[in-house]
């Protein structure tokens, strides 16, 4: 079994579900699998997924509802169409409509949805929670310099459609609008683990952008 693999393991998807009293559904972690496995993604794998999960392990002590934010992470990038604009809908849809069908409760539905969809807008959400959930799936702009340029040509495989110039634009754009920041993360946690170095990667991207 590969290290990704026993990150995100069927026994750890099941282990998740019993906490949250939901029946293990096998069937389901096999189309999360799949899903993204999906050969137009190179960013938005499981790598990620498991990479997201290690983070979440190392704080989990620190969140309030741990399982909730395990399970956003699942399905956050389960729907990925590079030039799609709903794909955070779309995956927070797929898992609503899973919990709703386990009977979870509203309220752990809405919490998870809105964890989901939270990694669309890149705001500060408003729950200590939330604000785990977006610093750990914006963990990969504080990674060191190599895993991050890796990054870029990851991002720029899933829109290599895009032509050269539009891509360089927009991109430089949207990696601005994080400089621009007061902070980058949210959390304590992250901000000093991460935002120095995440600074320093975006600049360094930015500037190769407008090369």
């Known amino acids: 079994?590969?290290?990704?693999?026993?990150?995100?393991?069927?026994?750890?998807?099941?282990?998740?579900?019993?906490?949250?009293?939901?029946?293990?559904?096998?069937?389901?972690?096999?189309?999360?699998?799949?899903?993204?496995?999906?050969?137009?993604?190179?960013?938005?794998?499981?790598?990620?997924?498991?990479?997201?999960?290690?983070?979440?392990?190392?704080?989990?002590?620190q969140t309030e509802r741990p399982d909730e934010i395990e399970m956003a992470l699942w399905f956050h990038d389960a729907i990925y169409k590079p030039l799609s604009?709903?794909?955070?809908?779309?995956?927070?849809?797929?898992?609503?409509?899973?919990?709703a069908k386990r009977r979870a409760e509203d309220a752990v539905i809405s919490r998870i949805v809105t964890h989901i969809l939270d990694?669309?807008?890149?705001?500060?959400?408003?729950?200590?929670?939330?604000?785990?959930?977006?610093?750990?799936?914006?963990?990969?702009?504080?990674?060191?310099?190599?895993?991050?340029?890796?990054f870029e040509k990851d991002v720029r495989f899933e829109y290599r459609r895009v032509p050269k110039f539009i891509f360089r634009k927009k991109r430089a754009e949207i990696l601005s609008g994080f400089l621009e920041r007061n902070r980058i993360y949210a959390t304590e946690y992250f901000y000093e683990k991460l935002e120095t170095q995440a600074r320093k990667n975006l600049l360094q991207a930015i500037e190769m952008l407008q090369r």
């Open 119 to 150: 990694t669309k807008s890149h705001g500060t959400p408003e729950s200590l929670d939330g604000q785990f959930m977006l610093d750990i799936d914006l963990s990969i702009l504080g990674t060191p310099k190599h895993v991050y340029d890796q």
């Open 1 to 61: 079994m590969t290290p990704v693999m026993e990150i995100c393991s069927l026994e750890r998807w099941n282990r998740l579900c019993r906490r949250m009293g939901l029946a293990a559904d096998a069937a389901t972690y096999s189309d999360l699998v799949v899903a993204h496995a999906e050969k137009h993604r190179a960013y938005h794998t499981l790598d990620h997924i498991a990479a997201c999960l290690r983070h979440l392990d190392e704080v989990r002590d």
């Open 85 to 99: 604009g709903t794909n955070e809908e779309d995956s927070a849809d797929w898992a609503a409509d899973w919990l």
